[in-house]
């Protein structure tokens, strides 16, 4: 499995941001689908995650109310809708595939497959 984000960039904060992650791969509606982040210096975060239906959804507190993870199948994507952005926010953001889950999951290490993530800048 390949996994592409894209959707990134610069923005003010209280902007918002949709990412992107487009996989490759016939076997991806059967994965849960994460998106983590990492600041400069600090270790990489959970952010969301979306089980293998989109019925299940899971989020960092931090994010809650403001980040929207969804996924369609169909496109072999999964998205982050980011709303009301925060300079800690700042990041480079990654997505990750759960081969073999699919129920939504914070352990990062419970997904096999990542991303070359996607710089997410906001400003204050």
């Known amino acids: 499995v390949q996994l592409v984000e894209s959707g990134g960039g610069l923005v003010q904060a209280g902007g918002s941001l949709r990412l992107s992650c487009a996989a490759s791969?016939?076997?991806?509606?059967?994965?849960?689908m994460g998106w983590f982040r990492q600041a400069p210096g600090k270790e990489r975060e959970f952010v969301a995650a979306i089980s293998w239906n989109g019925g299940s959804t899971y989020y960092a507190d931090s994010v809650k109310g403001r980040f929207t993870i969804s996924r369609d199948n169909a496109r072999n994507t999964v998205y982050l809708q980011m709303n009301s952005l925060k300079p800690e926010d700042t990041a480079v953001y990654y997505c990750?595939?759960?081969?073999?889950?699919?129920?939504?999951?914070?352990?990062?290490?419970?997904?096999?497959?990542w991303g070359q993530g996607t710089q997410v800048t906001v400003s204050s």
């Open positions: 990750a595939a759960d081969s073999y889950g699919v129920a939504p999951t914070q352990d990062q290490y419970e997904y096999d497959y």
């Open positions: 791969g016939r076997t991806f509606s059967s994965y849960a």
